[in-house]
């Protein structure tokens, strides 16, 4: 097979574990949202995810120096409060989400006896290894050309891993660690969680971090889960699982599998349709307007005149490592 010729500064379409979700259920969706990068104004904002980032933040400033004040701040700061507002007003207050029940469950999160036996590593340049943005960068599948461009576009894809841990007594024993902030019950989490798919890319990023051979000896994950509770205690269960060298190959080999889709459909500027129905959560998609139509230069005309209900976004961070692969 002849190698793909790689320009100086490629361009990206970046994918994630949520843009794979996108992608999957709905690729004609994906080339929309990540090929024309619009996103409809008309699409509302859930409050889970913004809350689930306020907590994020709070736990990880508490892992710095285990100072609950400041953890108590930082979730105050990050809280959405607009968001929280404006969905009250229009009558979907979101009682599970609220603020005195973060509280309580940042609490409960920092109060678990998971973290008698787990400290946050320090990496070779001596930060502590919290929040870490990785990026890969799929250049050998190749590239398609942008639609109404015809700009090459190779594929990358983007993460964060929330903490790399170290065991306090077994030092040679590293894990990574995600929070997952939930209002599913215990079997679903497990089901939820269990072959979450970002697996193997978390193997490749701790290579590149510590030099950690996961080829053979695997890898050590943690979802800590923490579920909201309308009534009472909040729950925390950190969900562990040592994995094997081949349920990483397997993890790799999945999203090299959607990869390959995605360029196929690329070169054959194709991206079918393929919902189950065209509603989220009781609201309509919203390129559902468009979406009978295919030619690029209307489509681009299009949201061009339409500013207002689709407006051009991509979310791309700086990564700490990059692996070109
Ligand atoms: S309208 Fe339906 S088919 Fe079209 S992008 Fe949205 S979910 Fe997919």
Redesign the pocket.
């Given at each position: 097979m002849a190698q793909p010729v790689i320009p100086k500064e490629p361009k990206y379409v970046v994918t994630s574990h949520s843009i794979d979700g996108t992608f999957e259920?709905?690729p004609?969706?994906f080339e929309?949202r990540h090929i024309y990068q619009r996103v409809p104004a008309t699409e509302p904002r859930g409050l889970a995810a913004d809350v689930g980032t306020a907590l994020h933040e709070a736990t990880q400033e508490w892992t710095k120096d285990y100072d609950n004040d400041r953890s108590d701040l930082t979730l105050l700061r990050w809280w959405p409060w607009q968001l929280e507002a404006a969905r009250e007003d229009s009558g979907m207050k979101d009682h599970k989400r609220s603020l005195g029940n973060a509280l309580l469950l940042l609490d409960r999160i920092r109060r678990d006896p998971f973290w008698d036996d787990w400290e946050v590593a320090i990496l070779p340049d001596r930060s502590h290894a919290i929040e870490l943005p990785w990026r890969i960068n799929h250049l050998s599948l190749g590239s398609f050309k942008h639609p109404q461009t015809g700009e090459e576009l190779f594929l990358a894809t983007q993460g964060k891993i929330d903490w790399i841990l170290r065991h306090k007594r077994e030092r040679n024993r590293y894990m990574v660690c995600d929070l997952k902030t939930t209002v599913l019950d215990e079997a679903a989490q497990q089901a939820s969680f269990r072959f979450s798919g970002q697996a193997g890319q978390y193997g490749l990023v701790l290579a590149q971090a510590l030099n950690l051979p996961w080829q053979e000896q695997g890898l050590e994950v943690t979802y800590l889960v923490a579920e909201f509770s309308e009534f009472g205690e909040p729950i925390v269960s950190p969900l562990h699982h040592k994995l094997d060298p081949m349920e990483l190959w397997e993890s790799l080999e999945a999203k090299n599998e959607r990869l390959d889709r995605m360029i196929r459909m690329g070169n054959k500027g194709f991206w079918p349709?393929?919902?189950h129905?065209?509603a989220f959560y009781g609201t309509?998609?919203?390129?559902?307007d468009i979406?009978h139509r295919r030619d690029p230069d209307f489509l681009e005309d299009w949201f061009s005149f339409d500013q207002e209900r689709f407006r051009k976004e991509s979310r791309i961070y700086d990564p700490l490592w990059t692996i070109d692969a």
């Open positions: 259920s709905c004609r969706r929309f349709r393929r919902s129905g065209c309509p998609c919203g390129f559902l979406c």
